[in-house]
């Protein structure tokens, strides 16, 4: 479910679009073929299942945060130590992503003609719009967010580090 929100997201569809298939080849040159065909036909309108694979990451995203609050408890009681902050960090940069993905934002406000009949949903869209001016930081900083917490937590498990306690 990560692997298939990123890959179809539509930050990392324009990068690797444009860095692998020179598709726009550039800024202002035409295209080479005759018909552009875009996201509308197959197999590029796979794409739409991007929603979809929002709402599977999302579940996946519930998980860490538990996990995040598991790593509270200490066999001594509840302290934190430099794992918990680890986890906490992952799981908030993944929810930044994930909360300024632009199908969040049309599932909150997307379809509504009148914004001033729905004014929370207004509100929570406009906070969903902020973020997603940004998308493109939240995918990066928690793409190598989540790569540095598995490797932390692989090293711990491995025994060749020691979290260190912090309160
Ligand atoms: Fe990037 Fe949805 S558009 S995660």
Not at 53 to 63: D, H, K, M, N, Q
């Given at each position: 479910a990560p692997a298939g929100f990123r890959f179809t997201c539509y930050y990392y569809r324009g990068a690797y679009y444009k860095a692998f298939w020179a598709d726009p080849p550039n800024?202002?040159?035409g295209e080479p073929r005759q018909t552009f065909l875009g996201e509308r036909y197959f197999p590029l309108v796979m794409q739409n299942i991007h929603r979809y694979?929002?709402?599977?990451?999302?579940?996946?995203?519930?998980?860490l945060w538990v996990d995040a609050f598991k790593a509270l408890k200490f066999e001594d009681g509840y302290g934190v130590g430099v794992g918990t902050l680890v986890l906490f960090a992952n799981a908030a940069l993944l929810s930044l992503y994930s909360?300024?993905?632009h199908s969040?934002?049309?599932l909150i406000g997307g379809n509504l003609n009148v914004f001033s009949k729905c004014?929370?949903?207004f509100m929570l869209w406009s906070k969903a719009t902020a973020l997603n001016e940004h998308h493109m930081l939240w995918a990066w900083v928690?793409?190598?967010g989540v790569a540095l917490?598995?490797?932390y937590i692989f090293l711990l498990a491995r025994g060749v580090?020691?979290?260190v306690r912090l309160i």
């Open positions: 800024c202002a040159v694979f929002f709402y599977a990451a999302g579940v996946v995203l519930l998980f909360l300024s993905c969040f934002r049309h004014p929370t949903r928690s793409l190598f917490a598995d490797l580090i020691t979290d």
